[in-house]
């Protein structure tokens, strides 16, 4: 599904890149169907977890052999995202957004030195990306919904028409 004519993700990756030193895609499957981003895409490490969290542990692992100190993660389906996100979540990282009473466990800025408890907890059969979020110790940063919520999801045609009828 897009979002004035470009896919959700291409508006993704347009508010994350002045935000961030890198931007890669966490996907299963075939990895052509992102070639049009020219942004690396790295699949999950751990095949036999179906839970984003193989996606975060991935990310995590990927972020350490490059020398990153941390992770932006963020869902590919939300073109809204704040350009402010990361300084306002590196302030309390580990972090996650929050908007109208709602977290978006999702959203969020993980320190790769979580990899080693995320790998415990995902042994010890932890599924849950709101368990880990909790694990983790991660707080909760909260965005205003005005004029629109920046954590707003396009996943559906109705999710379509009322986005599309705000400013």
Same mark, same amino acid.
């Given at each position: 599904? +897009?979002?004035?004519?470009? $896919? #959700?993700?291409? !508006?993704?990756?347009?508010? /994350?890149? %002045?935000?961030?030193?890198?931007?890669?895609?966490?996907?299963? +499957?075939?990895?052509?169907?992102?070639?049009? /981003?020219?942004? $690396?895409?790295?699949?999950?490490? #751990?095949?036999?977890? !179906?839970? %984003?969290?193989?996606?975060?542990?991935?990310?995590?692992?990927?972020?350490?052999? +490059? &020398?990153?100190?941390?992770?932006?993660?963020?869902?590919?389906?939300? =073109?809204?995202?704040?350009?402010?996100? *990361?300084?306002?979540?590196?302030?309390?990282?580990?972090?996650?957004? @929050? &908007?109208?009473?709602?977290? !978006?466990?999702?959203?969020? #800025?993980? =320190?790769?030195?979580?990899?080693?408890? #995320?790998?415990?907890? /995902?042994?010890?059969?932890?599924?849950?990306?709101?368990?880990?979020?909790?694990?983790? +110790? @991660?707080?909760?940063?909260?965005? $205003?919904?005005? $004029? *629109?919520? =920046?954590?707003?999801?396009?996943?559906? %045609?109705?999710?379509?028409? *009322? /986005? &599309?009828?705000? %400013?």
């Amino acid at each position: 599904m +897009g979002w004035q004519g470009r $896919p #959700l993700i291409a !508006h993704v990756v347009e508010h /994350l890149m %002045p935000q961030v030193e890198a931007v890669a895609i966490n996907a299963n +499957g075939d990895a052509q169907r992102f070639g049009f /981003l020219g942004l $690396p895409v790295f699949a999950d490490e #751990l095949n036999d977890i !179906h839970t %984003p969290l193989a996606g975060l542990y991935a990310a995590l692992a990927g972020a350490a052999n +490059g &020398s990153f100190d941390a992770v932006l993660t963020v869902p590919c389906d939300g =073109p809204f995202l704040p350009l402010d996100l *990361r300084q306002r979540l590196e302030a309390l990282v580990p972090a996650i957004a @929050a &908007s109208a009473g709602q977290k !978006h466990y999702l959203t969020g #800025l993980w =320190p790769v030195a979580l990899r080693g408890t #995320l790998q415990k907890a /995902l042994g010890q059969g932890q599924r849950r990306v709101q368990d880990f979020v909790a694990l983790a +110790g @991660a707080a909760s940063v909260d965005w $205003p919904i005005l $004029p *629109r919520d =920046p954590f707003a999801n396009i996943n559906t %045609p109705e999710d379509f028409k *009322r /986005l &599309s009828e705000k %400013p």
